[in-house]
């Protein structure tokens, strides 16, 4: 079993940045892809950005080169820096553990967090 706990959000205004922190109790999270997904009111949760066990990394078009997903096995823990926040980055974030690949696709783990709130306005 594998418990994933997240932290880090906030209410900023637009343009600035947070980092998202996501610290797995296990001792083979450096086995586990990673990922962060995100939900808005009203919308279906998506995929902002996965880390493979490798450290290869992946993001939604919506957030390249503005949002960065990090690991430190050492730690057992997951980052993601947000840069530019845009009030469209407005959701609950959750970190997923456990994630599988098939074909250049990620597909959901079965570890969630219980989320984290970000909330970008001014």
């Known amino acids: 079993q594998v418990q994933l706990v997240e932290s880090g959000g906030d209410l900023v205004q637009p343009g600035r940045s947070l980092r998202l922190s996501c610290a797995a109790s296990?001792?083979?999270?450096?086995?586990?892809?990673m990922g962060w997904y995100r939900q808005a009111p009203g919308k279906e949760r998506e995929l902002v950005a996965v880390?493979?066990?490798?450290?290869?990394?992946k993001y939604a078009n919506s957030v390249k080169g503005r949002f960065t997903i990090s690991r430190e096995n050492a730690k057992n823990t997951v980052y993601l820096q947000m840069i530019s926040l845009k009030p469209e980055d407005t959701a609950v974030y959750y970190c997923?553990?456990?994630?599988?690949?098939?074909?250049?696709?990620?597909?959901?783990?079965?570890?969630w967090g219980q989320g984290t709130q970000v909330t970008v306005s001014s």
């Open positions: 296990g001792s083979i999270f450096s086995n586990y892809h």
């Open positions: 997923n553990a456990d994630m599988t690949e098939e074909g250049g696709r990620y597909y959901p783990g079965r570890y």
């Open positions: 880390i493979s066990s490798g450290g290869s990394t």
